[in-house]
């Protein structure tokens, strides 16, 4: 599913290609740079990350050298725009982004 900016912000990816929520199955765009913890054996990934203080949580890099992504609620949405990943809260993803049309049909809007 993809999503699209409502109106200018310079601030903000025009177009997101993927989003991804912990506790949802693990895309391969997350898993190839962050660090995994366990595979099972029907292809199922858990990430290896560190709960904050503040409620949420941060992803460690493949090579467990840094923190590759702070992420400010366990609520909050990692959206892949092609380039990069942009954490939003949900509430600012809602008010932010609308679904694309693909193919000429509108897709209803999903987390």
Aim: charged letters at 30%.
């Amino acid at each position: 599913m993809k999503w699209r900016l409502r109106g200018e912000n310079s601030k903000f990816p025009e177009l997101i290609l993927d989003t991804w929520k912990l506790g949802n199955p693990v895309p391969t765009w997350i898993s190839d740079i962050c660090k995994v913890k366990f595979m099972d054996g029907e292809g199922n990934i858990t990430l290896e990350k560190r709960d904050t203080n503040t409620g949420g949580y941060e992803l460690l890099s493949a090579d467990n050298s840094r923190v590759l992504i702070k992420v400010p609620e366990k609520s909050s949405l990692l959206c892949w725009d092609g380039n990069k990943i942009t954490v939003l809260r949900e509430i600012q993803f809602k008010l932010l982004y609308t679904s694309a049309e693909i193919e000429g049909k509108r897709e209803p809007w999903i987390i």
